[in-house]
C-alpha cells in the first residue's frame, strides 16, 4: 500500500533562512510525488510534482525538491525564507507507475517564519 | 476570476439534520473532487468524478452522497449529519479524464455538527 509520512508536524524557522520540509513515502512501485501548500482558509495550490522526468524538481514560489529513491525521499527546500512562506504544506503520492490513480497526502507540517 | 467556488463557506447543522455542499468549477475540468480534511490527517478522498454522468467512492465515503449534475457542477449531500463529520471540506478539479492529482481546489466549507 501506498504510503507518505511527513516528518515533524511543526516547523520555525527566521526570515531568511533554510527551509526544509520532509517527506518519506512507501511504495512499491515508482511513485509520483506531489507538494501542496495552503495557506490559512483557503484550498491547496500545487507547489510541484515529480513524474520521473528529473530527480530535481522546481516549483513556484522559489521552492524545490529532490527525489532520492535510495532513501525514499521526496524533501521540500527553499534556500531563504520568506515571511509569506508561513503556511501548511503537504506531501502526497500517487503511486502504481503511472500519473494516474488516488493522491494520498501526507499529515501535513505546519510551516512558522519569524522576523 | 476562473476557478472553483464553494457555498456555503460555513455552516453549523444538529446531530441528524441533512445538508448539500455545493461546488461548481468553471475552467471546462473534466474530473471533480470531494475530500475532507481533519487535522493531523492530511486530506482524504472522499468521492470523485471523472467525467459528467460517473462518480466514485475514495476512502472515506460513509455517510455521503454525490451528484454531478453537469460539467460545472458537483455537490456532496449528507442525508444524516453526525458529529464524526465536523470537518473542513473541499472540492477540486483537474482537466483529466481520470483519476489524478487535482489541480484546483476551492476554498474550502467549514461544518460543524453539534
Known amino acids: 500500500a501506498q504510503s507518505v509520512t511527513q516528518l515533524g508536524s511543526h516547523v520555525s524557522v527566521s526570515e531568511g533562512a533554510l527551509v526544509l520540509l520532509r517527506c518519506n513515502y512507501s511504495s512499491s512501485v515508482p511513485p509520483y510525488l506531489f507538494w501542496y501548500v495552503q495557506y490559512p482558509n483557503q484550498g491547496l495550490q500545487l507547489l510541484l510534482k515529480y513524474t520521473s522526468a528529473a530527480t530535481l524538481v522546481k516549483g513556484i514560489n522559489g521552492f524545490e525538491a529532490e527525489f532520492k529513491k535510495s532513501e525514499t525521499s521526496f524533501h521540500l527546500t527553499k534556500p531563504s525564507a520568506h515571511m509569506s512562506d508561513a503556511a501548511e504544506y503537504f506531501c502526497a503520492v500517487i503511486s502504481g507507475g503511472t500519473s494516474y490513480g488516488k493522491l494520498t497526502f501526507g499529515q501535513g507540517t505546519i510551516l512558522t517564519v519569524h522576523p | 476570476n476562473a476557478g472553483v467556488t464553494q457555498t456555503p463557506k460555513f455552516q453549523v447543522l444538529k446531530t441528524g439534520q441533512s445538508m448539500t455542499l455545493q461546488c461548481a468549477q468553471d475552467?471546462?475540468?473534466?474530473?471533480m473532487y470531494w475530500y475532507r480534511q481533519d487535522p493531523g490527517m492530511g486530506l482524504r478522498l472522499i468521492y470523485y468524478s471523472a467525467s459528467e454522468g460517473t462518480t466514485d467512492k475514495g476512502e472515506v465515503p460513509n455517510g455521503y452522497n454525490v451528484s454531478r449534475l453537469n460539467k460545472r457542477e458537483f455537490s456532496l449531500r449528507l442525508e444524516s449529519a453526525a458529529p464524526s463529520q465536523t470537518s473542513v471540506y473541499f472540492c477540486?478539479?483537474?482537466?483529466?479524464?481520470?483519476?489524478?492529482?487535482?489541480?484546483?481546489f476551492g476554498d474550502g466549507t467549514r461544518l460543524s455538527i453539534l
Open positions: 477540486a478539479s483537474s482537466e483529466s479524464r481520470e483519476l489524478t492529482q487535482p489541480q484546483h
Open positions: 475552467m471546462n475540468h473534466n474530473s
